[in-house]
């Protein structure tokens, strides 16, 4: 059974930085990514990482965020810098099967940027 577990949320102050590990089990991975949703507003992708190392980023991100990957481990981290109010959103851990093709998606972790 594939299992998506994140960590490292919280309330943190404009221009603070976080560090956002998502630990998946229960299969072998390709693309492995972020995605976020605020309040009222729809899911929307954060940033993305293929097995093989390739990058992408949404256009607000882009700078600020940047998404890792231990393959080893199944896990994936995004490092948030600068983080600006319009990042509060709780934030999604996805990851494809390399197999099944299946999205499977973590509970979410709630990022609060406020003063």
């Known amino acids: 059974q594939v299992q998506l577990v994140e960590s490292g949320g919280g309330l943190v102050q404009p221009g603070g930085s976080l560090k956002l590990s998502c630990e998946a089990s229960?299969?072998?991975?390709?693309?492995m990514g972020w995605y976020r949703q605020a309040p009222g507003k729809q899911r929307e992708l954060v940033a993305v990482?293929?097995?093989?190392?390739?990058?992408n980023y949404a256009g607000s991100v882009k700078g600020r965020f940047t998404i890792s990957r231990v393959t080893a481990k199944n896990t994936v981290y995004l490092q948030m810098n600068n983080l600006k109010p319009e990042d509060t959103a709780t934030y999604y851990c996805?990851?494809?099967?390399?197999?099944?093709?299946?999205?499977?998606w973590g509970k979410g972790t709630l990022v609060t940027v406020s003063s």
């Open positions: 996805t990851a494809r099967g390399l197999n099944t093709g299946m999205d499977s």
């Open positions: 990482i293929t097995g093989g190392g390739i990058t």
């Open positions: 229960g299969s072998i991975f390709s693309t």
